[in-house]
Nanobody, 125 residues
C-alpha cells in the first residue's frame, strides 16, 4: 500500500521557520517528482514547490521563492521543505504529492498520483 506522510507542521510566530518532511511507504520517493502544495481555508490547493525525480531541479511558486527550499534527504529517503520568514499568509494545510509527470505539469496538482494527509502550519503571534 502506497502512503505519503507529512510531518513538521505546527504553530510558529511571524518571521519564524519550520521544516516539513514528506516520507513514503510502499514507494521510493527518489523515483518520483515530489511536490508540496498548500490549501488555505475555503481556497483551492495551490502549488508551493517541487523537486524533479530526474536531475533534481527545483521549482517554486513566486510567493515562496527565496523563503522556502525543497530538498531530498537521500539518507532518510524523505523530501523536506524548509520554510523561512513565515508570515500569516503562509498559514495552510501543507500536502506532499508524488508523481511522474513531465516538467510542464510539475505545478499541476491533478498530475500527482499520490498524496499525504496533510500537516497544518499556522503562523500567528
Amino acid at each position: 500500500q502506497v502512503q505519503l506522510v507529512e510531518s513538521g507542521g505546527g504553530l510558529v510566530q511571524p518571521g519564524g521557520s519550520l521544516r516539513l518532511s514528506c516520507a513514503g511507504s510502499g514507494l521510493s520517493l527518489s523515483t518520483y517528482n515530489i511536490g508540496w502544495f498548500r490549501q488555505q481555508l475555503g481556497k483551492e490547493r495551490e502549488f508551493v514547490a517541487a523537486i524533479r525525480r530526474s536531475g533534481g531541479t527545483t521549482h517554486y511558486a513566486d510567493s515562496v521563492k527565496g523563503r522556502f527550499t525543497i530538498s531530498r534527504d537521500s539518507t532518510k529517503g524523505t523530501v523536506n521543505l524548509q520554510m523561512n520568514s513565515l508570515s500569516a499568509e503562509d498559514t495552510a494545510v501543507y500536502y506532499c504529492g508524488a508523481g511522474t509527470q513531465i516538467l510542464s505539469a510539475i505545478r499541476e496538482s491533478r498530475m500527482y498520483h499520490y498524496w499525504g494527509q496533510g500537516t497544518q502550519v499556522t503562523v500567528s503571534s
